[in-house]
Nanobody
Framework: QVQLVESGGGLVQPGGPLRLSCAASGIVISIYAMDWYRQAPGKQRELVAT???????NYADFVKGRFTISRDNAKNSVYLQMNSLKPEDTAVYYC????????WGQGTQVTVSS
């Protein structure tokens, strides 16, 4: 069974950094594009970043220049390095992959507040 487990979320002050991790099992992620999404209370889930199997990256405008998505296929993991965090970045962050259907992790809470 495909399983994605996010970790690394927490409380951080505005301007601070945080690194999220996504550990995959039941799927070899090396041949798939991987995504990070986020969802704030009362809002739609939105795409944050994607990385293709070849290592090409794309970012939502609201995180461009601040966030970096990366992958380590040997560890079957994907990461999201978040810098210069803003209160509006507060959300549950989800790792995701499409293999026939879209799979989601359980999410990890990121709270940006002073």
């Amino acid at each position: 069974q495909v399983q994605l487990v996010e970790s690394g979320g927490g409380l951080v002050q505005p301007g601070g950094p945080l690194r999220l991790s996504c550990a995959a099992s039941g799927i070899v992620i090396s041949i798939y594009a991987m995504d990070w999404y986020r969802q704030a209370p009362g809002k739609q889930r939105e795409l944050v970043a994607t990385i293709t199997s070849g290592g090409f990256t794309n970012y939502a405008d609201f995180v461009k220049g601040r966030f970096t998505i990366s992958r380590d296929n040997a560890k079957n993991s994907v990461y999201l390095q978040m810098n210069s965090l803003k209160p509006e970045d507060t959300a549950v962050y989800y790792c995701s992959v499409v293999r026939v259907i879209r799979y989601w992790g359980q999410g990890t809470q990121v709270t940006v507040s002073s």
